[in-house]
């Protein structure tokens, strides 16, 4: 009796799906999907401006590699403008003395100018006093 019962509701569920597959498949017209249209040049501006972004990134990356630290021993003072103090103290950085190679290698791109005549500056951090320090795993310019 088991094996007659189930065979009748596999025979309703069969004949019910005979039913429904026409009712799904009668659809005239198919789902429209709109998809923005980019041309070769938009592609090649977007992948551009992609390559551009993961560059800038990459740069950001280095500078931040090079700036980490544990303890003050690893931070020294490097000047990031060619003349250094003589333009103030925008002319130096503190950076992690393991990273001094690399460091110069960005430095590399950095036009070589004529540096002004005068005293280098006193002021903070190009004072005699300034030292550099390890501070929340950064190298800074303490003064």
């Known amino acids: 009796m088991k094996t007659k019962i189930k065979a009748l509701c596999l025979l309703v569920c069969a004949a019910c799906m005979l039913v429904l597959i026409p009712v799904f498949l ?12 980019m041309t070769e040049q938009q592609a090649a501006a977007q992948e551009q401006a992609h390559q551009k972004a993961a560059q800038a990134s990459a740069k950001k990356a280095k500078v931040r590699r090079i700036l980490r630290c544990e303890t003050d021993d690893d931070c020294i003072i490097v000047d990031k403008d060619p003349c250094g103090c003589l333009v103030g103290p925008e002319g130096v950085t503190a950076i992690n003395a393991s990273y001094t190679l690399e460091f110069n290698k960005m430095q590399a791109g950095v036009l070589a100018k004529a540096c002004p005549d005068s005293a ?21 310019i303490d003064y």
Do not use: F
């Open 120 to 140: 280098p500056s006193q002021e903070k951090e190009c004072s005699p006093s300034a030292v550099a320090v390890c501070r929340e795993n950064i190298c800074e």
């Open 26 to 37: 009668s659809k005239d017209n198919p789902i429209e999907i709109s998809m923005p249209v």
